[in-house]
């Protein structure tokens, strides 16, 4: 049995991390931590599990963390429970610098442990199927992206998300993106970047040999505008990327299958580890740069 501690107390912590860690059968919570004692204490009484008011000891106390936090607030975290030897089930995205997620895979990789981060499409196995099939079938040019989401409506559990209102659709739904594009197209390598209204922002980024991709992205979308939509266009025509035929529990479910098959298999080889979740950082900090200063940057 695999002991999760885990950090945070929000909708994301509680409806997915906490509920598909119950329902695993290789997999039991072993406390909770949150950065709001009240709701840590709400949340650990509801799975039956101690609250734990510092973040070492819910490290001591279990094999692997699970973190639903900010991603600067988990970034420091997961260094500190990779370099006790804990395990790492990580949120997108991984750091909101390149620093940071730079600290999480030194402690990692310095450590051994296994590491999965939780971009949800890569969990669902008809998206990751299509992905490994149409990446082997190359000649592939260009990619399309445009993830249009309206988080701010009454109601939405992320609208009064700090971070997401600071940083915007690029580091919130930005490594989504780039999580269905990388396995495909390969490596960025060049990062352009335009704002548009509504919080829009435009990626275009050049890949190693030369394919390109577009993102278009904002959480402020009109309602009626909400769209998800990712082509893919080369000398074999165009392919689009089917939504996932899951749910999050079940893809969070299948993140913890697959960070057991790295733990009982001694390997360090998983397709979205840290040093994944690292390459994702690298595009949004330097797509960051590019808006600000106004220029291409080179990576």
Known sequence: MLRFGLFGTGHWAAETHAAAIDAHPRAELAGVWGRDPERAAALAGRHGVPVFSDVDALIEACDAIAVALPPDVQ???????????????????????????????????????????????????????????????????HARATMFASIYQPGNPYGNSQWRKERGALWDIGPHALSLILPVLGRVSRVAAMDGPSGLVHLLLTHDGGATSTLSLTLDAPPEAVTRDFVFFGENGTETVPPGDGNVLSAFGTAIDQLLEEIDAGTRDHRCDVRFGREVVAVLDAAATARAEGRTVDL
């Open 75 to 141: 970034a420091d975290i997961a260094v500190r429970a990779a370099s006790a030897g804990r395990h790492l089930l990580l949120d997108k995205p991984l750091a909101l610098s390149l620093a940071d997620a730079d600290r999480v895979v030194a402690a990692a990789q310095a450590s051994g442990v296994a590491s999965v981060v939780f971009f949800t499409q890569r969990y669902h196995p008809n998206v990751t199927g299509f992905l490994a099939a149409t990446a082997a079938v190359g000649g592939w040019q």
